[in-house]
């Protein structure tokens, strides 16, 4: 409460300075700021009213249709767990597995447990884990694939075509678990009954994150599940979520056992008109989207379970580790979103279209803001500076009292500038990765495709994307400079 008073006491100092006859000065600043502002809250409003009514009205309905239609079903369904397992501590995979070991004992038609991993370590601690949860619970089925680590990708297809050996069925379903996330122990039995609806492909589910150190990375993480849950929940709304988190995803076990889907994941790419063939690296979680959005399955989200992930910062840093996750997030996004929109909004929704289109959007006009006060400040009048930081507590302030209405209310203060951070310093990570798709990297294992020394072709490559990621931020300051009256 002292934090949120200091922060609206310098609020309300810094808008009582600023006098009208300086705002007056600015007033084409004002006119581009406020046009800007009105379309991004709008689109924020409109994302807000649609999960309010999704978590509040039209999902609890869901859930009692979607329940009972499952009771009657005559066999349950099979749940199939599918975890990798790679570079994680001992004591992380341990809690992680008896949580998975906790949900498949209690899957009422049985559960069989696919473990993807590399060292021989993990091997024995994992079989042994399950040795002793076989004598309560007899029905468990443990298969270990131990892979050599040539990637996530590989060592999911291959698990992949284990359970399809189990021939699982349309009514089964597989789960996708990360090695360091804790499932919950109803997993089964509150999101198979979702499945008896054919038209649904996937679902995901809300996300925690347990940091141990690093508050400042632990208030950062939990924002963006504050956010993630408002986003998943309006999006949820339409059928079709913009991702099938990695973390935890159930799919339908068919579907997810499919040799094409099994294909898509192992050897996804796209052909880019100057960056020629790029081959998916990271991103497993954005082919399952899109191999499901192309067939025109739907993909719900089911906001009262949540999974639990252990995580830590990859940099020592906390603004190092959130741009380097932050590159990978936004590269997978990006090298994705131009295929996603070329389905056209007839065959996957005008509302979903339009949110894939505005991941581009966002980018330039979050930037916009920036660019015009300091073009303004220098230019026009230094008052638009302070007029500007005004606008952004207020309006940030507002934003994070709106969010946290999906976690129960109240918010620390820290989230308004941490909030602020992730808009801009996002925006600028994303128009990066925008014109560089071909370079990726893991935050925790050592694939990259970016530090092996560069052929002549591929650094005038990266010399394109130089470029044109300065001629894209050039127009962008020019159109800015014309709107301010500048010029």
Not at 240 to 269: E, I, K, M
Request: with cysteine.
């Amino acid at each position: 409460m002292l934090g949120h008073l200091i922060y609206l006491a310098a609020l309300a100092v810094l808008a009582v300075g600023i006098n009208a006859k300086g705002l007056g000065e600015i007033g084409s600043f004002l006119l581009v700021l406020g046009a800007i502002g009105m379309w991004r809250y709008s689109w924020a409003m409109l994302n807000f009213l649609r999960a309010l009514y999704y978590t509040r009205w039209r999902f609890p309905r869901l859930r009692r249709s979607a329940e009972r239609d499952y009771a009657r079903r005559p066999v349950p369904a099979h749940a199939f767990f599918m975890v990798t397992t790679y570079k994680i501590e001992a004591s992380t995979t341990a809690r992680v597995y008896r949580s998975i070991i906790e949900a498949a004992a209690r899957s009422p038609g049985g559960a069989t447990v696919v473990a993807s991993v590399v060292d021989g370590a993990d091997v024995r601690a994992i079989g042994s884990l399950f040795a002793r949860a076989r004598r309560r619970h007899p029905h468990l089925r443990l298969l270990i694939d131990q892979i050599p680590g040539t990637g996530k990708r590989d060592a999911m297809a291959r698990a992949l075509r284990l359970i399809a050996r189990e021939a699982p069925s349309a009514r089964d379903v597989l789960v996708f678990v990360d090695g360091d996330s804790c499932v919950p122990p109803d997993l089964i039995t509150r999101t198979a009954p979702f499945f008896t609806d054919r038209r649904v492909g996937a679902l995901t589910t809300d996300e925690a994150a347990e940091i141990p150190r690093g508050w400042l990375f632990r208030s950062w993480f939990a924002l963006r599940f504050m956010q993630r849950q408002m986003m998943m929940s309006s999006m949820a709304l339409g059928g079709r979520v913009l991702t099938l988190t990695g973390r935890l995803s159930v799919f339908r076990a068919d579907l997810a056992t499919n040799p094409d889907f099994v294909r898509q994941v192992q050897h996804d790419y796209i052909e880019h008109w100057r960056l020629g063939h790029v081959n998916f690296l990271t991103g497993d979680d954005k082919s399952t989207w899109f191999w499901l959005l192309a067939r025109g399955y739907r993909m719900s989200y089911v906001p009262d379970v949540r999974s639990l992930s252990m995580e830590t910062q990859p940099r020592p840093g906390f603004v190092d580790s959130a741009v380097a996750l932050m590159r990978r997030w936004f590269g997978n996004m990006l090298r994705t979103n131009g295929r996603a929109l070329s389905l056209g909004p007839a065959r996957i929704g005008m509302f979903t279209w339009w949110s894939i289109l505005d991941q581009r959007l966002s980018i330039w006009t979050t930037l916009a803001g920036p660019i015009a006060v300091l073009i303004a400040t220098l230019f026009i009048d230094p008052i638009a500076l302070p007029a500007y930081l005004a606008w952004v507590m207020f309006t940030r302030y507002l934003f994070c009292a709106a969010l946290s209405a999906f976690r129960g209310g109240g918010f620390p203060i820290v989230y308004v500038p941490l909030l602020y951070f992730s808009q801009i310093v996002g925006a600028a990570v994303k128009s990066y990765v925008l014109f560089r798709q071909d370079r990726q990297k893991w935050t925790r294992q050592s694939a990259d495709t970016g530090t092996a020394p560069l052929a002549v072709g591929q650094r005038l490559r990266a010399a394109t994307s130089t470029f044109i990621h300065v001629l894209a931020l050039g127009w962008l300051t020019l159109g800015v400079t014309l709107a301010t009256g500048v010029l």
